[in-house]
């Protein structure tokens, strides 16, 4: 019922920022909880960012806390996902997900719908 897209990846020098975007279509927004993961071919998924329904409650990977900022708005049916400070390690694809339930989880089974990604790639 859901259907996400992803944009804004393409080619960043480290240390630059950039946004991606979320676009959310089939059901209302505020009714779903978003994430934002990253995968390299051939690896699992890492979890990146999570944010609730109503904003209250928002969780960070390791490796992007301080650097990465997970927002939404409901009015755009649009999550985001703000990075700066990027480093050549954050060049992977990146997926933004979505669930019905729970608030802000860390867990790539615990969501319901799924981006079919955008590519971010970071130059030296």
């Known amino acids: 019922q859901v259907q996400l897209t992803e944009s804004g990846g393409g080619l960043v020098q480290a240390g630059d920022s950039v946004r991606l975007s979320c676009v959310a279509s089939?059901?209302?927004?505020?009714?779903?909880?978003m994430g934002w993961f990253r995968q390299t071919t051939g690896k699992e998924r890492e979890f990146v960012a999570a944010?609730?329904?109503?904003?209250?409650?928002?969780n960070y990977g390791e490796s992007v806390k301080g650097r990465f900022t997970i927002s939404r708005d409901n009015t755009k049916n649009t999550a985001y996902l703000q990075m700066n400070s990027l480093k050549p390690e954050d060049t992977v694809v990146y997926f933004c997900?979505?669930?019905?339930?729970?608030?802000?989880?860390?867990?790539?089974?615990?969501?319901?719908?799924w981006g079919q990604g955008t590519q971010v790639t970071v130059s030296t």
């Open positions: 997900a979505a669930t019905r339930y729970g608030d802000a989880n860390a867990r790539d089974f615990d969501y319901d719908y």
């Open positions: 089939g059901r209302p927004f505020s009714t779903l909880a």
């Open positions: 944010m609730g329904w109503a904003s209250a409650r928002t």
